[in-house]
């Protein structure tokens, strides 16, 4: 018999990743699945993409700081709860598993008005404000840190680590070294900006290419509109907006991957065993949650970190290659952290928790 599953979670592609990571696996154990998202998110292009019922909503961001959309955004976000219930009451799903990101918040405060079980997945050492705000819903709250547990509802939270997309350990280094027309001769370097891209990492990569590529040559992730046209024929740098179908190929053939620190991004890195040199977003331009992701990773052995602020291309050179010399130290160390199987526990959880879900009308 066909269960029901409702995920939820956009804004940026970490809010997505992990639910399309769980997809397959919903896939084979029979479940019927749903989407809510935004609008105009990420999220829509890369779910439709699966085939999978996608339905948006009304959402409005849930901001700290000042700002005249304050007065606003909470009628959109009253809007999008009353969207989301009319989906719930509709599709009444087994379960309701949220990724995170301001678009969740009205769908997991419908689920709970309509008593449909919810687990929420926080993947950053402290739980952003969207997740806080549906931890009252929540059965319960999976995370990737040991450290986060001390912040979440107290018999609510479960370790599992972040799913990963089983297609990224089925790369192949040949394949990938032929995309970005590479060579066998020398090391490749992978910088990976995140979705929105890195405007502070994309300069810094650049204006440190001279020196880097006499050693390395180098794929570079940077966001769409932020390629350098200039660049386009340099020998053993390529660069792209976006990749999808073979990121999977550009992963097995890095030897190190220069990165920014959101949770997801690192948690593939980490399950791919891959040293990296992490630069996380700077606490002025956002809470400060990259910078506590990537110090977790190095107090374990699995980078280095460099400060946004304060970073030169010089300090970005040097720990490069200081890095890539000791790059077993770090490879070993993350082997013996023994990541463990998130998609599998996760899929465990969800099949343990819809059981008890009966029919809701």
């Known amino acids: 018999m066909s269960k029901r599953i409702l995920l939820t979670g956009g804004g940026t592609a970490g809010h997505v ?24 998110g990420i999220e829509k292009k890369l779910i439709t993409e699966m085939g999978i019922d996608y339905n948006s909503i009304s959402t409005g961001k849930l901001r700290r700081y000042f700002s005249l959309k304050n007065f606003t955004d909470p009628f959109r976000v009253l809007a999008g709860y009353n969207q989301a219930k009319k989906i719930i009451k509709k599709y009444d799903p087994n379960i309701v598993f949220s990724k995170g990101g301001f678009v969740s918040v009205p769908v997991v405060l419908a689920a709970k008005h309509y008593k449909v079980p919810v687990i929420i997945h926080e993947s950053d050492m402290t739980p952003g404000l969207a997740n806080k705000l549906s931890f009252s819903a929540a059965t ?53 900006g ?7 990492v994309n300069e810094l990569v650049r204006a440190s290419l ?25 020998e053993g740098y390529v660069q ?50 990259q910078i506590l992701n990537a110090n977790s990773f190095k107090k ?11 970073l030169t291309k010089e300090q970005l050179i040097e720990t490069v ?14 082997r013996k952290a023994g990541t463990g199987d998130a998609v599998t526990t996760i899929l465990d959880l ?11 009308k």
């Open 300 to 310: 374990q052995g699995f980078c280095e970190v460099l400060d946004e602020d304060t």
């Open 17 to 40: 990743t992990p639910n399309i990571a769980l997809i397959p696996g919903l896939k084979e154990r029979n479940y019927t699945i749903k989407y809510i998202g935004s609008k105009d």
């Open 350 to 360: 969800i099949d343990s928790v819809s059981k008890t879900s009966g029919k809701r």
């Open 240 to 289: 792209f907006e976006y990749i999808k179908d073979e990121l999977k190929d550009l992963f097995a053939m890095s030897s190190l991957i220069i990165s920014r620190a959101g949770a997801n991004a690192i948690c593939e890195i980490l399950a791919l065993e891959k040293p990296s040199v992490l630069i996380p977003l700077s606490a002025k331009a956002s809470r400060g949650d």
């Open 140 to 192: 319960t709250v999976c995370h990737n840190f040991p450290e986060t547990a001390q912040y979440l509802p107290e018999g609510k939270s479960l370790l599992t680590g972040s799913p990963i997309r089983e297609e990224l350990k089925k790369g192949n280094a040949d394949k990938g070294l032929e995309f970005c027309g590479f060579t066998k001769d020398k090391p490749v370097i992978m910088v990976i």
């Open 210 to 234: 001279d020196e880097l590529t006499k050693e390395f040559q180098i794929v570079h992730l940077c966001g769409a509109g932020k390629t350098e046209p200039s660049l386009d024929n340099m």
């Open 194 to 200: 995140g979705s929105l891209g890195a405007q502070r």
């Open 321 to 334: 290659k200081s890095v890539y010399n000791s790059k077993e130290l770090y490879i070993d160390a993350m």
